[in-house]
């Protein structure tokens, strides 16, 4: 993996996410995935009602890995990651799409978890690359990840997470990350409203890509899922607002909030991709109609 | 240190930071001492612009410490350190105050440091007690780490940092406690945004205190200091006002933001906590005069 994932490294920083880096990235998948077949599945308890989990254990235990959203056939897996990619995400089924990431994703990370302890960094960005480049797929257009601040004296570059811009007068889509948030996620409302404050509200569309909030307590074995869900309310109500965070693996507590008033809209990413759904809600609103 | 540091974990949870409290802490730097007495000393290669620092090495190198700001005379630290606990803070000078504070901070985080790996929380929970303590003593009010939001039909508690009380249409602190920040630095200014959105602007004043921004690259024995300013100064802009930022080692870069327009308000420990310092012009302008 260490060499696929070294190639990936240099293919995203010199030409972006185009048809090498997926390749790239599915290479890895296959390549991951032989790593977990010869580690060993066990049991967790789950404390997530119901959801239940189990563990890859090598040299060391992985990250807790959602049973229901986990394919075990590669190949269909890799065939649903090759469909995103190549701009076919509107002709899968929402649960397709989520359970197709979620299971690159989850490999990947595995992969890494049971070889060595405490590299958070390098799944981290693996997930990063990936939803970049379905992003990219997406709305067809690489990203940046930087932007000019020019505010009378103060002239600067902010350094952003990653920012897909559809054009003049068309939504920019500002995409934060991460392979969990708990507390730290009010750092992604904080980078809205800079953003807001920079270049006006509504100018830039957030877009949060979360994996899990779940969590192995190695003691007792036991998955919990970490979720406050009045402070994300409270963040929407005086931060500033998010357009739609997404998730892999969506904890029910956060989906509530898509149904209540105020609203935080949250959603799987397979219902922000699949055809029709919010995703294409947007585009079609702005005349950028799905083909 | 174990079995203090389990003493000062009940008595802070049990009666708050009174002078029990204050004699486990000066019990616990004399044993962080002495831990660091049967320790190498080891010069780094400091990148900062006028600023050495030093590491205590055993079976791991502890954190860069800065030479200028270490008092290797431990009596006089721990006098110092008594001083400021018992509410004499106006009988120290600025420089002797922020030593001070340094030495026992840095005694205690190396003295941890250089026995485990990677154990961050444990020093950055000594470091909270201690700053929680000193401002209880500057404040004569003991801290609270909740805070109720009453919002139409919205009702819960909103998790803080330290809270410091003056009462009734008194200043109200709130106090965040880093070891050090980098990018994490904007939670801070979010978390202002929250209080200002739900309590209104101006009622709790911001007062993050900071270790310091240096880091050691164990490859190269290279001492950095990682400062983003101009993020600090649209940060400020857009998100909220913190009232002031207080480092133990301050890093220049953040210094100078203290004399540009639009100001952010930074110092070093000491110039808050000394006689005519910022804590007590503010003291001052609400009648609540220095005795």
């Known amino acids: 993996m260490k060499e696929t994932y070294r190639e990936l490294q240099q293919e995203v920083s010199k030409r972006g996410f185009g048809s090498c880096c997926h390749n790239l990235i599915e290479k890895l998948f296959f390549e991951a995935a032989r790593v977990l077949s010869n580690s060993e599945k066990q049991d967790t308890v789950s404390k997530v009602l119901g959801k239940s989990y189990?563990?890859?254990?090598?040299?060391?235990?992985?990250?807790?890995?959602?049973?229901?959203?986990?394919?075990?056939?590669?190949?269909?897996?890799?065939?649903?990651?090759?469909?995103?990619?190549t701009g076919r995400r509107r002709t899968l089924e929402a649960e397709a799409i989520t359970r197709g990431i979620y299971t690159v994703t989850m490999t990947c990370c595995a992969a890494i978890d049971v070889n060595s302890s405490g590299d958070k960094k390098t799944p981290g960005t693996i997930f990063e690359w990936l939803c970049a480049a379905i992003m990219t797929a997406a709305l067809e257009v690489e990203p940046c990840r930087s932007l000019a601040v020019l505010n009378l004296d103060l002239e600067t570059k902010l350094p952003t997470d990653f920012i897909f811009d559809l054009g003049r007068e068309k939504p920019k889509f500002h995409?934060?990350?991460?392979?969990?948030?708990?507390?730290?996620?009010?750092?992604?409302?904080?980078?809205?409203?800079?953003?807001?404050?920079?270049?006006?509200?509504?100018?830039?569309?957030a877009m949060p890509v979360i994996l899990t909030e779940t969590k192995l307590g190695s003691a007792k074995n036991e998955v919990v899922e970490i979720c406050l869900p009045l402070q994300w309310r409270l963040y929407q109500m005086h931060i500033a607002s998010l357009w739609n965070v997404c998730y892999l693996d969506a904890p029910s507590a956060y989906l509530s909030l898509d149904r209540k008033f105020p609203r935080v809209a949250v959603s799987t990413i397979g219902d922000m991709l699949a055809a029709n759904g919010r995703l294409d809600e947007l585009l079609e609103a702005h005349g950028l109609k799905p083909k």
């Not at 800079?194 to 509200?201: I, N, R, T, W």
């Open 54 to 85: 189990f563990t890859f254990a090598r040299k060391y235990k992985s990250r807790p890995i959602n049973e229901a959203l986990y394919w075990e056939d590669r190949d269909n897996v890799a065939a649903v990651l090759r469909a995103i990619l």
């Open 175 to 205: 995409l934060p990350v991460k392979t969990s948030t708990r507390e730290r996620i009010i750092q992604v409302w904080a980078h809205q409203r800079v953003l807001d404050g920079v270049y006006g509200v509504g100018r830039f569309l």
